[in-house]
């Protein structure tokens, strides 16, 4: 009645089994959100992990192709610029591999004069982990030492990287 205590915030007698039933509700709602937004935020998380492989596989091709101009401009052999730039590229999978690190040196170095350029292309297969990924970068290409690089029409989960550097001589 009129002398009882109030009790603020909480249930009126007789209906604490209905304020247990919105907590359980609270909870279930909680995992549900999580359900929904998880994948989403995992996804994103491998997105950018991916991101980081492709960004690092194209700075090291172009740090190698670097590496071979200057090493080519001080005189050295064909052999000698293609050792530089495998070994620029050792971080690389499979840098070791002509089949997945191509190196092409012009002119040849019997045609090669001071003042003139030299020019080091390095083409690199890169393997993505994430095999949809291959999709977010230009395809159409048939020749994979296209300058800008293109997907592989043979593996739709490998992407060809390909950078030219030209110093001069």
Do not use: N
Request: proline share 8%; glycine share 10%; net charge negative.
């Amino acid at each position: 009645g009129a002398g009882a205590p109030t009790r603020p915030f909480l249930p009126a007698e007789g209906h604490e089994g209905v304020a247990g039933v919105a907590v359980r509700e609270e909870r279930g709602q909680a995992v549900v959100e999580l359900a929904l937004v998880l994948p989403v935020l995992a996804l994103l998380l491998l997105g950018v992990m991916e991101f980081g492989r492709v960004l690092h596989a194209l700075l090291t091709v172009q740090h190698a192709a670097r590496e071979g101009a200057r090493v080519g401009i001080t005189g050295a052999t064909d052999a000698q610029i293609e050792a530089r730039v495998r070994q620029a590229a050792g971080s690389l999978e499979g840098a070791g591999d002509p089949a997945r690190l191509g190196v092409e040196v012009q002119p040849p170095a019997a045609q090669r004069r001071v003042g003139e350029y030299l020019k080091v292309k390095v083409r690199y297969k890169f393997h993505f982990a994430i095999p949809w990924f291959a999709t977010l970068f230009p395809a159409g290409c048939q020749d994979p030492s296209a300058p800008e690089g293109c997907r592989d029409p043979d593996d739709p989960d490998a992407y060809w990287f390909a950078v030219a550097m030209s110093m001069r001589i």
